[in-house]
């Protein structure tokens, strides 16, 4: 399985302000998702992370909210902008594999305050 | 959308008995897949069951795929503080075929 590292693991964040995380993976992966788990809840998919062109995006999140870049094929940030207390949440880095199976970042676990 | 439903969501144990969790959905899955997430951890591929009335073991844990590819179990035998965690059962739907995670199933154990 790939190893895949999340910067900043931990971050409490002011409203209003945008914070940028990003993922590394030590192998090339087609395949490259960020999701969303609230406190106490399931996980959600933000999106889909395409390198070359644009994130495709899951209902109820938006680029203006949740840009994301994937410059090559090891790479990928996820931005939430203009935050708010209900954007606390762990933000997962993930890939997937020709098997369908999905592996995780470690999560970077965000409050706003 | 698709949904998937996990019960119980919440399962405290005492350590050495035994611990089931379901997820049930209402239309036909091509696949099935459990996940577990620590506290504080993040969550960690278990198994991927593909075909109707498959049966899994990993040491303690046993995971079946229903005949009808509609629901799905996993047991733990004789639980121990290590399997303290969030269960999670996942499949692939939507327009996308994006990988959906169920509501999750939390187990304590008390020593």
């Known amino acids: 399985s790939a190893v895949i590292s999340q910067k900043p693991s931990r971050d409490i964040c002011q409203r209003g302000t945008s914070l940028t995380i990003q993922c590394q993976v030590d192998s090339q992966v087609t395949m490259m998702f960020w999701y969303r788990q609230q406190p106490g809840q399931s996980l959600t998919l933000i999106a889909t992370a395409n390198q070359g062109s644009e994130a495709t995006y899951e209902s109820g999140f938006v680029i203006d909210k949740f840009p994301i870049s994937r410059p090559n094929l090891t790479f990928s940030t996820l931005t939430v902008s203009n935050m708010s207390p209900e954007d606390s949440s762990i933000y997962l880095c993930?890939?997937?594999?020709?098997?369908?199976?999905?592996?995780f970042g470690e999560g970077s676990w965000l409050t706003v305050v | 959308g698709q949904q998937v439903m996990q019960i119980p969501q919440y399962q405290h144990v005492q350590e050495g008995e035994d611990f089931t969790t379901y997820c049930n959905s209402s239309t036909t899955l091509s696949n099935i897949q459990w996940y577990k997430q620590r506290p504080g951890g993040h969550p960690v591929f278990l198994i991927q069951?593909?075909?109707?009335?498959e049966v899994k073991k990993q040491k303690r844990l046993t995971f079946q795929f229903g005949e009808a590819k509609k629901n799905s179990s996993l047991h733990i035998t004789a639980t121990q503080t290590t399997d303290v965690g969030t269960y999670f059962c996942a499949f692939h739907g939507g327009a996308t075929n994006k990988l959906i995670f169920g509501t999750g199933t939390l187990l304590a154990v008390q020593p």
């Open positions: 993930s890939v997937g594999t020709a098997g369908n199976t999905i592996y």
């Open positions: 069951l593909v075909k109707s009335g």
